[in-house]
């Protein structure tokens, strides 16, 4: 079993829809919780960092971490195509500590 | 966010020679430096970390005398591939830190290929 689960899609939805997207982990012991997005060929960009269970908004973006359901979830709203990357969800055991990464899923947002 | 660069973005070499990909934080001093691969439509995997002035510590299966990491600034870390093969043709995207930042910043990336 890997420590952190996500579907790797594709996810396509039309231009303004609400999309959400997903990870389980097994290891009780993440404390923090990240998601990137990533466009093809370059390098994960931080949308949202967690620590613990909670909520956390930014703009048109909202993650939600579940510490007793091991599940984590960003939530985009009024989506956008530009938003068509894949969205990895990452996690570490404390903070400034190695990465544990999703497979990542693709996100495809039509016009 | 922070700055970070890498240099060179895309790289073609032949099998056997070695190759040397820069990673750079423009804006901040990264005290540890993580390395990821990420094989095409797989996640990233750490390969290893390094503080500035020490050994790099790489992770299990990951060969040590073949990914060579050299963190010896603040500013600057190398992961220098050896000897490569097809087999290493990958992604290869650095991650400088600071114990001053929670969050994790990413560099764009070096993609290699191998022929």
């Known amino acids: 079993q890997k420590e952190v689960e996500q579907d790797p899609g594709p996810l396509s939805v039309p231009e303004g829809a609400i999309v959400s997207l997903n990870c389980t982990y097994s290891?009780?012991?993440?404390?923090?919780f990240m998601w990137y997005r990533q466009y093809s060929r370059k390098g994960p960009e931080l949308l949202m960092y967690?620590?613990?269970?909670g909520n956390k908004e930014d703009g048109r973006f909202t993650a939600q971490v579940d510490k007793s359901s091991k599940y984590i979830s960003l939530f985009i709203r009024d989506s956008q195509p530009s938003d068509s990357a894949t969205y990895l969800c990452?996690?570490?055991?404390?903070?400034?500590?190695?990465?544990?990464f999703g497979t990542g899923t693709r996100l495809l947002v039509s016009p | 966010g922070a700055v970070v660069s890498q240099h060179p973005s895309w790289v073609i070499c032949k099998s056997g020679t070695s190759v040397k990909i820069e990673c750079r934080s423009l804006?901040?001093?990264?005290?540890?430096m993580f390395w990821y691969r990420q094989f095409p439509k797989q996640s990233l995997m750490l390969m290893a970390t390094?503080?500035?002035?020490?050994?790099?510590?790489?992770e299990q299966g990951v060969e040590k005398d073949k990914f060579l990491i050299n963190h010896a600034s603040l500013t600057l870390s190398t992961l220098t591939v050896t000897s490569a093969h097809p087999e290493d043709s990958s992604f290869y995207i650095c991650s400088p830190g600071t114990s001053a930042s929670y969050e994790q910043y990413f560099g764009p990336g070096t993609r290699l290929t191998v022929t």
């Open positions: 390094s503080n500035e002035g020490s050994k790099a510590t790489y």
């Open positions: 990452a996690m570490s055991y404390a903070r400034f500590q190695k990465l544990v």
């Open positions: 967690t620590y613990s269970s």
């Open positions: 290891n009780s012991a993440f404390q923090y």
């Open positions: 804006d901040f001093q990264a005290t540890t």
